[in-house]
């Protein structure tokens, strides 16, 4: 973890940053100057950061890698997309049937005992 910095240093990298833009006024400008010569970590950031800034703005640009994608994971992807909605389907429909075959067939009743112990005679 970092020092903690002075309002004023934290102010001076604002500046830094807005004069490698040129949007600094005169005023802050001479402000910068004169803290920079009496700070030596502001200084080294201004150093720093001007040329890091140099760096990317004199780079010669370069395009992007292109990324290619598999088209075999793409395919096991939708595979285990389509399986998972099959199966999901199946089940359903297992389900309808088994509702609808229940719903069918009449529960069996019990055998009548009313008659038990009474003799009929003919």
Do not use: K, N, Y
Request: hydrophobic letters at 45%.
């Amino acid at each position: 973890m970092g020092a903690v910095q002075s309002v004023e240093c934290e102010r001076a990298r604002v500046w830094v940053s807005l004069g490698l833009d040129s949007e600094l006024s005169d005023v802050e400008g001479a402000l910068l100057r004169a803290h920079v010569g009496r700070c030596a970590v502001c200084a080294d950031f201004a150093r720093d950061v001007g040329g890091l800034t140099q760096e990317i703005r004199t780079a010669w640009p370069q395009r992007p890698a292109v990324m290619r994608v598999s088209s075999h994971r793409r395919r096991v992807a939708t595979r285990r997309l389509q399986l998972g909605a099959a199966a999901a389907a199946v089940v359903a429909i297992a389900a309808g049937f088994g509702s609808l075959a229940g719903s069918l067939t009449s529960p069996s009743a019990p055998p009548s005992h009313a008659g038990a112990g009474r003799s009929v005679a003919l």
